[in-house]
């Protein structure tokens, strides 16, 4: 049973980087089957995909359009997790953010969720 | 990027009902379209994968059809704990994009 545990503060000023770490039990960060994402949701967005890492004999990372510029994931081997950093963020970032394992094109596990407010 | 379209955005069923959600794709997804649920405070749960396939586990009230571009979620005979919001997912191509919700609420 694969299990995502998220960590970060749940508060984060305007301008300032927001991190999450995502810590993955039952499962590999570099498996070759898994992709490893970043979900948020507000009620102005609803559910939007930031961005994801997956390993395929070597790293790849894709990022969404609408954050490519500030958006930085990264796979950490030594602790099996991967982390989210999202620069100069504004009062519009503030959502709930999820972590999330995806195999053959679903959604199969999901972190308990974040909701991190940006502070203006 | 795939539009997703979901109707109705809410719906207000009895316990027993059957309930069928539909959704919309701006393009072709072929059978790549998944099914969510999510409860208030909680992160979606995977109901139906691949348009038709039921998720290990979920019960089979629940059943999923479509292909191409028009995709319905049905719910044979609505159970207490069903009152949710469901999400459908594309994963046919990058970035993969989600509806916008459809609230089923208790009458």
């Known amino acids: 049973q694969v299990q995502l545990q998220q960590s970060g503060p749940g508060l984060v000023k305007a301008s300032q980087t927001l991190s999450l770490t995502c810590a993955i039990s039952?499962?590999?960060?570099?498996?070759?089957?898994?992709?490893w994402n970043w979900i948020r949701q507000s009620p102005s967005r609803g559910l939007e995909w930031l961005g994801r890492?997956?390993?395929?004999?070597?790293?790849?990372?894709d990022y969404a359009v609408s954050v490519k510029s500030r958006i930085t994931i990264n796979p950490d081997t030594s602790k099996n997790q991967f982390s989210l950093q999202l620069n100069s963020v504004t009062p519009e970032d503030t959502a709930v953010y999820y972590c999330?394992?995806?195999?053959?094109?679903?959604?199969?596990?999901w972190g308990q969720g974040t909701l991190v407010t940006v502070s203006s | 990027d795939i539009q997703m379209t979901q109707s109705p955005s809410s719906l207000s069923v009895s316990v027993g009902d059957r309930v069928a959600i539909t959704c919309r794709a701006s393009?072709?997804?072929?059978?790549?379209l998944n099914w969510y649920q999510q409860k208030a405070g909680k992160a979606p749960k995977l109901l139906i994968y691949?348009?038709?396939s039921l998720q290990s586990g979920v019960p089979s009230r629940f059943s999923g059809s479509g292909s191409g571009t028009d995709f319905t979620l049905t719910i044979s005979s609505l159970q207490p704990e069903d009152f949710a919001t469901y999400y459908c997912?594309?994963?046919?191509?990058?970035?993969?994009?989600f509806g916008q919700g459809t609230k089923v609420e208790i009458k």
């Open positions: 393009q072709s997804v072929s059978t790549y």
């Open positions: 890492t997956y390993y395929r004999s070597k790293w790849y990372n």
């Open positions: 691949a348009a038709s």
């Open positions: 039952g499962d590999s960060v570099s498996s070759n089957s898994a992709v």
């Open positions: 997912q594309q994963s046919y191509s990058t970035p993969w994009t």
């Open positions: 999330a394992r995806a195999k053959s094109g679903s959604y199969l596990d």
